[in-house]
C-alpha cells in the first residue's frame, strides 16, 4: 500500500517552454503533498508543501510564480515548472502523506532543460 | 551550519563488515528522526525511524543522543546489495510535518 507514482519520469525540454509533472497517491487520499529537488550530490530541498484545495506553501527562496502547484483533489497535485531555464535541470520528487508525519515518496521526475 | 549534517563519504567496506553512519542536527526541538536510503536515480525509501531508546531492525540499529543532537546508524554484516547513499532526516517542528534531509553517506560494499 502507500504507492504514489510520478509522470513524466523523465523530461528534456526547450529553455523557455513551461512543465507539468504529476504526483498521483494510487492507493490512498492524501491530505497533504510535498515537492522537492535535488541537485546532483547535494539533498533534498523541500520546495513547497501543498494541501488539498488551499494554496501551497512555499519554501523560502522558491518563487512561486515560476513553480505553480495545484492540488486539486486527495489524489493528484502538479507541480508546473514556467519558462524553465538550464538551472532548473534537476530532480523533482513528490512526497504525500494521509496525515501524521509518514511520507510515501514517488519515484522522482528528471528535468533537463536545454 | 546546516540543519542535518553527515560526513559524504564513500564509505568502502569490504562485504560482511560492520559500518557505522554518524548525523547531527542543528536544531534542539526537533521532534522526530529518521534513516532513508536512496539508490542512484531513484527516490529515497524509509529505512527506519530512530528513538531515543534505540531500535534494532535484523542488521540495522539505529540511536539517537537527543542531548548531543546526534543520529547514528549502525550496519552489521554488509552485503553488496546495502550500497546506495544513506540520508538523515529530521522533523525539526514548526508544524506542517515537514522533513530536512542531509546530504546523505555513500556507502559502497565491495567483494
Given at each position: ?17 513551461s ?96 | ?67 548531543s ?32 534531509f ?10
Open positions: 500500500g502507500a504507492v504514489v507514482s510520478q509522470h513524466p519520469s523523465w523530461v528534456i525540454c526547450k529553455s523557455g517552454t512543465v507539468k509533472i504529476e504526483c498521483r497517491s494510487l492507493d490512498f487520499q492524501a491530505t497533504t503533498m510535498f515537492w522537492y529537488r535535488q541537485f546532483p550530490k547535494q539533498s533534498l530541498m523541500l520546495m513547497a508543501t501543498s494541501n488539498e484545495g488551499s494554496k501551497a506553501t512555499y519554501e523560502q527562496g522558491v518563487e512561486k510564480d515560476k513553480f505553480l502547484i495545484n492540488h486539486a483533489s486527495l489524489t493528484l497535485s502538479t507541480l508546473t515548472v514556467t519558462s524553465a531555464h538550464p538551472e532548473d535541470s534537476s530532480f523533482y520528487i513528490c512526497s504525500a502523506s494521509y496525515g501524521g508525519e509518514t511520507q510515501y515518496f514517488g519515484p522522482g521526475t528528471r528535468l533537463l532543460v536545454l | 551550519r546546516k540543519e542535518v549534517e553527515q560526513d559524504p563519504g564513500p564509505f568502502n567496506v569490504p562485504e560482511g563488515a560492520t559500518v557505522a553512519f554518524n548525523c547531527t542536527y542543528s536544531n534542539s526541538a526537533s521532534q522526530s528522526f529518521f534513516w532513508y536510503r536512496q539508490d542512484c536515480r531513484k527516490e529515497p525509501k524509509l529505512l527506519m525511524s530512530v528513538y531515543s531508546s534505540g531500535n534494532e531492525d535484523g542488521r540495522f540499529t539505529a540511536q539517537l543522543n537527543r542531548a543532537q546526534y543520529i547514528s546508524l549502525l550496519i552489521r554484516d554488509s552485503k553488496l546489495s546495502d550500497s546506495a547513499t544513506y540520508l538523515c532526516v529530521v522533523n525539526m517542528g514548526g508544524g506542517g510535518n515537514k522533513l530536512t542531509g546530504t546523505g553517506t555513500q556507502l559502497k560494499v565491495e567483494l
